[in-house]
Each structure stands twice: as structure tokens, then as C-alpha cells.
């Protein structure tokens, strides 16, 4: 029984977290909301910390020679290591609550169970902080719960504490599907909170020598599937926004909720300095002199820029200036070979934030756009774009979806535009494309299209669920007739590696019949798990 966390205990920590997350990493990935095949929040996890194991073992007895603690320093290095390999939503907000415990305890002689408490409140700070529009019902909410019941405990005997924690984790998780609609339809629990207690868990064990029974999972039943939130741009804002800004973290707390208030698209980014760091800030407002001004409240705004969208100029695309560069994530050969054709650095899917970080890098360039092309990987993209930051290097992460998105964004890129109005350029065009993707079910689910069984042809846009179908073929041509009833005049369709030959061909003629003005491109992208995306601009 431990009555204090050394820098021996934060690697066993370590290590039997993610032995334990390697145990439940199946049951995670199968908290899925969706019935496809490509469900991966246990995977990510395993990934996150074995990267934080890794700087644990490479630098523990490193000890700076002023700084924190021995502990501290330990903390540290898993945080850091964490960020550096997070991949997804969920690796990276574990990053960031890594990251709050050691800053908590960093400097602490002793970790008894109120500086436990008090850890996991900063990591339940850091966390909710790294998210822009925190949902309840996620591992938010769960770690909020640990470190609320943790506080309650109000006792230095840090076993009692851990084990508190980690129950209250357990019941706020169990409670997930009330808080999140579209996790009661798809008959689960949250994966990343599930992953937090795992982890929890682990921390009683090292601390106890006792193992605790995690709470099973919630059954899964065939219910409708979930909408996935987004964050997109709007016309209702007609300036752009940006400027750098000097100011503490409790100040730019509030410079968000104000930004958030007056437009969308908001963007705050640190270079993670302490008390007071530098801000990038980028928002789309109506109404500029009030948000130079909540700049003004919180800090000290400079390079302050106003852009209107109406004045943007129809620019040619042109060829990538020296100091510029793009870096794409790409999964299927064909489709890493449509961006590296573009003069993109291309990155294979799934990505650590060290591995997106170490290809920003070896641009040599000064100003880099990542389109990460998927929702998951936007996380990891931002992640890598604060720590390129540090570097020097300056990083704007387009929030593409699909590679369809992607190859749109790419078309328009200008070198003779400023940096930061390619981006935006890129960052409409990329919205402007809506994309599909058609895949078989991998379970049966009653979606919000109808019921469907393992086997059926499942057409997903924008990331919902719309048709259902035997053929694929059939449903292939019938998902581009109902996008192209919403407009459109070119049509981008990138075949699978498991699409049967003449797909692209048969949804090509179908279209030409059907839409003789609509202009179609295909090509063999190679992706898993989708026989066919699709894009209409």
C-alpha cells in the first residue's frame, strides 16, 4: 500500500494502464455508434500512452538539474510523451489531462490525496480547455466526476482518494447514455470515459496491489445511430478576424466564451507558456470592433488583421511559393498518390501527433496547412500545430473530412495569395464539397435510415446514414442522385481497394445519363473498409 506517488509509481502506472487498455482495447473499439467498421477509440488509446511508456523509458533517470520533482519530472515525460503520440479526440484529451496532473505536482514534495485531488481537478481543466465546445456525456464529464468525488474525499490517505475517484469515473460513465441522446440509441457507454476508468483502475492497483472490476460495458442493441457534431463555417459571418495576442489563461478563458458569443469558426491556439503566453486568435464575426475589443479586455492584441469575404478575389490556382507547404493525411495508396501529384506531403492515416509534427517539419517550410481528413485526426492536426508553434513554424489545420474535401481545398491553393487568406480560400473550398462515403455494415443497427444487417451496402453522407441497400452498385448510383438533387457540377468518385472492377465506370455512365451537364472524375483511391467516395461541388 502506497501513501505517495514516487517517479517508480508513475511507471508502473504507465505501464499497467496500458497493459490494461491493451486488455479492454477490443471491448473500446466496439463502443462504436455507428455499424461500420472503423471504430477505434481502444486502438487510439493503446497508441497514446504506449508513446507515453516510451518517453518514460528513454529519459525517467534524467532528472533536470532545477525543476520539478522526480515525480514531477516523470508526470512530464508521459505527458509529453501522450501528446506526442495521441492520436484521435480521445488520445489527445488524455494527453491534456496527463498534462494538468503534472503541472499540478509537478513542484509538490509529496503526492498524498488532497495533491491527487487537486491533480485531477488541473486535468480536468486542462482537458475541458483543449476542447472547443465541450459536450457532457463524454470523458469530460467522466474525468470532472473523479476529481469532483476526489475533492469531496477531503483526506491525505491517497488510496482512499484513487479509490474514490475511480468509482465516481465508474458511475459518471454509467450515466453517459442519459447525458448523450445519440449514446442511449446506440446502446452504449462512452469510449473514451470507458478508457479513463481503465486507467483509474490501473492507478488503484499500483497503489493498492488490489485489481478493480471495472464496469462492464452497456449492451449493445439495435438502435438508431448517432449524427456525429461538427463545427463548420457559416455565411452568416462576413469578416474575418485574427491577431495575436499576449495574456494569461484565465483571460483568454473568457476572450473565448466572448468570441464564441459573436461568430463562429473560432480558433484560439497557445504556445503553452506559463503565467502568460502568446495566443493565435482567428474568428468569423459581423461585428469587427467587438472582437478586436474582447481582445483588448483580455490582453494585448497585435498583427491584428480584418478580412472581407465579399473582397476575396476569383484566384487561379498557382504553384505552392517557397516557405509553403501542405502536409495531407492519406489512407489508400491511390489517394496519397493524388496528393503527392499536388506537391503535398503526404502522411499515412491514422497519425501520432509526433509522426503529423515530425512531417510538418521536414517541409522546411515556415507555413504549413494540414488537411487532416478526418474527424479524429483534425484533434491530432491541432495538437501537432501547437507544438509546430514552438518550433517556429506557423500551422493552419483545415478541417477537411474526407479526401474529397481535401483534393477541393488543394485545387484552389494560391501562392500568391497571403498565407493566411489561402487558408481560408482552401478552408471554403473544402466546405463547399459535400462528401459521401459507402461502405457494407459490419453489424445490425437500426440507423436513422431503417434497420440495417451485417452485409448491407450503407450510404453515409456527411457522415449520416441515409440509404440502405443490397447492391452496391445500385446504392453507389442512387447516393450521387440524391446529392446532386441538392445542386452540384462535378462529381469526384475515388474507388476503394475492395471495389469491384467497373464500380467507378457504371456510376460514371449512370451520372451521364441522369446529369448530362455534371462533370464526373474517378479515380482508384485504395481505401479500406469504403468501396466508394464521393464528392459533388
Known amino acids: 500500500m502506497l501513501d505517495t506517488i514516487d517517479a517508480a509509481a508513475v511507471r508502473r502506472w504507465c505501464a499497467s494502464g496500458l497493459a490494461a487498455l491493451k486488455r479492454h482495447q477490443g471491448e473500446i473499439d466496439q463502443l462504436n455508434v455507428y455499424p461500420v467498421p472503423d471504430g477505434d ?39 509529453q510523451g501522450a501528446l506526442l503520440g495521441a492520436r484521435g479526440n480521445s488520445g489527445v484529451i488524455l494527453s491534456q489531462i496527463l498534462r494538468g496532473v503534472a503541472d499540478e505536482v509537478a513542484g509538490v514534495p509529496a503526492v498524498r490525496g488532497r495533491e491527487l485531488a487537486a491533480a485531477l481537478r488541473s486535468g480536468t481543466t486542462a482537458a475541458y480547455t483543449a476542447v472547443a465546445r465541450p459536450v457532457e456525456g463524454t470523458v469530460l464529464t467522466v474525468v470532472a466526476a473523479a476529481a469532483a468525488a476526489a475533492e469531496r474525499a477531503d483526506t491525505d490517505d491517497l488510496p482512499a482518494v484513487a479509490r474514490v475517484a ?16 445519440a449514446l442511449a440509441r446506440a446502446g452504449v457507454v462512452d469510449a473514451g470515459g470507458r478508457g479513463l476508468c481503465v486507467l483509474l483502475d490501473a492507478l488503484v492497483e499500483v497503489l493498492t496491489g488490489e485489481r478493480t ?7 449493445r442493441s439495435a438502435r438508431p445511430a448517432a449524427t456525429v457534431a461538427r463545427e463548420t463555417g457559416s455565411d452568416e459571418y462576413a469578416y474575418e478576424v485574427q491577431f495575436l495576442l499576449d495574456a494569461g489563461a484565465e483571460a483568454v478563458a473568457g476572450l473565448r466564451r466572448a468570441l464564441d458569443a459573436l461568430g463562429d469558426s473560432l480558433v484560439v491556439v497557445g504556445d503553452g507558456r506559463e503565467p502568460e503566453g502568446t495566443w493565435n486568435v482567428h ?14 479586455a483580455a490582453g494585448r492584441p497585435y498583427r491584428i488583421s480584418v478580412t472581407r469575404f465579399a473582397d476575396q478575389p476569383e484566384s487561379p490556382p498557382g504553384p505552392v511559393v517557397a516557405g509553403r507547404a501542405a502536409v495531407v493525411v492519406a489512407t489508400g495508396g491511390g ?33 504549413v496547412v494540414v488537411l487532416p481528413n478526418d474527424p479524429n485526426t483534425e484533434a491530432v492536426a491541432s495538437a501537432a ?20 474535401q481535401a483534393l477541393a481545398a488543394l485545387a484552389v491553393r494560391d501562392g500568391d495569395r497571403r498565407f493566411e487568406d489561402d487558408v481560408i480560400a482552401m478552408a471554403e473550398a473544402a466546405g463547399a464539397c459535400r462528401y459521401a462515403e459507402v461502405c457494407h455494415a459490419s453489424r445490425e443497427a437500426l440507423t436513422v435510415a431503417g434497420p440495417c444487417r451485417p452485409g448491407d451496402v450503407l450510404a453515409l453522407v456527411e457522415g449520416e446514414v441515409h440509404l440502405i441497400g443490397t447492391d452496391l452498385t445500385d446504392t453507389c448510383a442512387a447516393v450521387v442522385d440524391r446529392m446532386l438533387g441538392g445542386g452540384g457540377e462535378m462529381v469526384t468518385l475515388l474507388a476503394g481497394a475492395d471495389a469491384p472492377a467497373g464500380l467507378t465506370d457504371a456510376v460514371r455512365a449512370h451520372v451521364a445519363r441522369r446529369w448530362p451537364f455534371v462533370e464526373v472524375h474517378a479515380y482508384p483511391g485504395g481505401q479500406p473498409f469504403y468501396p466508394l467516395l464521393v464528392g459533388i461541388e
Do not use: C, W, Y
Not at 516510451?54 to 520533482?69: H, R, V
Not at 500545430?385 to 474529397?404: C, D, F, L, N, Y
Open 41 to 79: 477509440t481502444g486502438t487510439n488509446l493503446v497508441l497514446t500512452l504506449t508513446s507515453a511508456q516510451q518517453a518514460l523509458a528513454m529519459d525517467l533517470d534524467t532528472l533536470p538539474d532545477s525543476g520539478p520533482t522526480a515525480h514531477g519530472h516523470a508526470l512530464r515525460l508521459m505527458a
Open 335 to 367: 489517394i496519397a498518390d493524388l496528393f503527392a501529384a499536388e506537391g503535398a506531403t503526404v502522411v499515412p492515416g491514422n497519425p501520432s501527433t509526433g509522426e503529423l509534427l515530425d512531417a510538418v517539419r521536414s517541409t522546411g517550410a515556415a507555413r
Open 385 to 404: 500545430a501547437r507544438e509546430a508553434h514552438r518550433h517556429g513554424i506557423k500551422v493552419s489545420v483545415v478541417p477537411t473530412r474526407s479526401p474529397v
Open 213 to 219: 472490476a471495472g464496469p462492464a460495458p452497456a449492451s
Open 283 to 296: 474568428v468569423h464575426v459581423n461585428d469587427v470592433g467587438a472582437a478586436v475589443e474582447a481582445g483588448v
Open 166 to 181: 475511480a468509482r465516481a469515473a465508474a458511475e459518471a460513465l454509467a450515466r453517459t447514455p442519459e447525458q448523450l441522446p
